[in-house]
């Protein structure tokens, strides 16, 4: 990761998670609810507290069940 602050889109992208938009980023701190992240939103993953991002597909009703991914960093 060159940029200590990547774009959503480049958390994806480092998951293998291609096409980008077709997958929700999810950020997770510890004692909160999962807090999306935007495709464009700038993230430290450095930064205290967080344990770990998690991708969903965003389309789950076509009835094919793609697996989520959970990242920790």
């Given at each position: 990761m060159?940029?200590p602050?990547?774009?959503?889109?480049?958390?994806?992208?480092?998951?293998?998670?291609?096409?980008?938009?077709?997958?929700?980023?999810?950020?997770?701190l510890?004692?909160?609810?999962?807090?999306?992240?935007?495709?464009?939103?700038?993230?430290?993953?450095?930064?205290?507290?967080?344990?770990?991002?998690?991708?969903?597909?965003?389309?789950?009703?076509?009835?094919?069940?793609?697996?989520?991914?959970?990242?920790?960093?």
């Amino acid at each position: 990761m060159h940029d200590p602050k990547p774009r959503g889109r480049e958390i994806l992208t480092l998951a293998g998670l291609l096409p980008a938009e077709d997958y929700t980023l999810r950020e997770g701190l510890p004692g909160e609810r999962p807090r999306k992240i935007d495709l464009d939103e700038k993230v430290d993953p450095w930064r205290p507290g967080v344990e770990k991002f998690k991708a969903l597909p965003r389309d789950q009703t076509k009835g094919k069940r793609r697996p989520s991914v959970s990242t920790r960093m």
